[in-house]
C-alpha cells in the first residue's frame, strides 16, 4: 500500500525530537524482525509513546512501520483522526472490539508489525497496570512473535492528568525486548501473565538505567515505591474509578497536585 501520510509525520516527529532536544535510549532494535508479522506489547505512561515505541522501527534495517491499535476516539478527532486513519492505525471501539480483533489479525498475517498498549490507557502510577490479553491473542491465533517494549521518560513531556510542558533535554529510554519464547498449548490468559511478569521486570531494569532522578519537588514522575510521588496503583485505580463514574477525583497525592 502507498504511504502519503505517515512518511510526512515521522519526519515531523523527528524535527520535534530535535527541537527538544530529547536524549533517546534505544535497545534492542535487533530484536525487531526484518519482515513478517509480530506484536509489540507496550507499556504506557505518555501521550507520546505511540511515537517513541514507533522509533525503534524507523532506525531497523530494512526500516519498518508500526500500525498501532488506538481507542476509536482518536480516529473521531478532526485533527487526529484523518492522520490516524492515513497511516493505517487500527481504531478500537471497546464496544464492539470483534472488527478491531479481525482487522490486526489480517495485518499481521499479511506482515505488519502491530503495536498494542495491553494496558489500554496510560498508567497514573507509571508501573504497569494490569493487562488485557488481546496482544497475547493475536500472537497466538496469528502465529507471529509476542515482543515485550518499555517506554520510559515521555511522562515528563505530557501525560494523563498533568498539562504538556515542551521540556528540553529529557532522556527517553525505549527497549525492544527479545520475543517471548513459545510454550506448547499455552492460553492467552497464561501468556498475558508471562507478558505482565516480563514488562514488570523491564521497567525496572529501564529504571536502574535512566539518568536522571527528579529534583526536589519535582518527584511526580517517578513512582512511588521508588521513593517519587507518583500515586500508587492503588490510588491510581481509585483515580481512574472516580472519573469512569463521574465522580470528581481529587489528586491522589498532594505531592502530585503541587506541580
Given at each position: 500500500?502507498?504511504?502519503?501520510?505517515?512518511?510526512?509525520?515521522?519526519?515531523?516527529?523527528?524535527t520535534l525530537f530535535k527541537l527538544l532536544g530529547i536524549r533517546f535510549d534505544l535497545r534492542g532494535i535487533d530484536n525487531?524482525?526484518?519482515d513478517g508479522g509480530a506484536v509489540l506489547a507496550s507499556n504506557h505512561v505518555s501521550y507520546l509513546d505511540f511515537m517513541f515505541v514507533g522509533l525503534p522501527a524507523h532506525?531497523?534495517?530494512?526500516?519498518?512501520?508500526?500500525?498501532?491499535?488506538?481507542?476509536?476516539?482518536?480516529?473521531?478527532?478532526?485533527?487526529?483522526?484523518?492522520?490516524?486513519?492515513?497511516m493505517h492505525h487500527i481504531p478500537v471501539d471497546r464496544k464492539a472490539?470483534?472488527?478491531?480483533?479481525?482487522?490486526?489479525?489480517?495485518?499481521?498475517?499479511?506482515?505488519?508489525?502491530?503495536?498494542?498498549f495491553p494496558e489500554q490507557t496510560i498508567s497514573r502510577s507509571f508501573v504497569p497496570r494490569p493487562l488485557k490479553n488481546g496482544a497475547a491473542r493475536l500472537a497466538i491465533e496469528a502465529d507471529v512473535p509476542?515482543?515485550?517494549v518499555?517506554?520510559?521518560?515521555?511522562?515528563?513531556?505530557?501525560?494523563?492528568?498533568?498539562k504538556?510542558?515542551?521540556?528540553?533535554?529529557?532522556p527517553v529510554s525505549v527497549w525492544v525486548d527479545t520475543p517471548m519464547p513459545r510454550v506448547e498449548g499455552e492460553t492467552a490468559a497464561e501468556l498475558t501473565e508471562r507478558l505482565a511478569t516480563r514488562l514488570r521486570e523491564l521497567v525496572d531494569e529501564v529504571l536502574t538505567a535512566y539518568p536522571d532522578q527528579p529534583r526536589t519537588g519535582d518527584e511526580w514522575w517517578l513512582p512511588a515505591h521508588l521513593g517519587g510521588a507518583a500515586p500508587t496503583p492503588a490510588e491510581a485505580a481509585m483515580h481512574e474509578h472516580r472519573s469512569i463514574h463521574g465522580v470528581e477525583a481529587q489528586p491522589a497525592r498532594t505531592d502530585d497536585a503541587a506541580s
Open positions: 500500500m502507498r504511504e502519503w501520510v505517515y512518511p510526512p509525520v515521522i519526519r515531523t516527529a523527528l525487531l524482525p526484518p532506525r531497523a534495517r530494512p526500516r519498518r512501520l508500526v500500525r498501532f491499535m488506538a481507542k476509536k476516539s482518536v480516529f473521531d478527532h478532526r485533527i487526529s483522526g484523518p492522520l490516524m486513519r492515513g472490539g470483534a472488527a478491531a480483533y479481525r482487522h490486526a489479525l489480517d495485518a499481521l498475517r499479511s506482515g505488519e508489525l502491530i503495536g498494542v509476542l515482543i515485550p518499555v517506554v520510559w521518560g515521555g511522562q515528563r513531556i505530557w501525560t494523563s492528568g498533568r504538556p510542558k515542551l521540556r528540553r533535554k529529557v
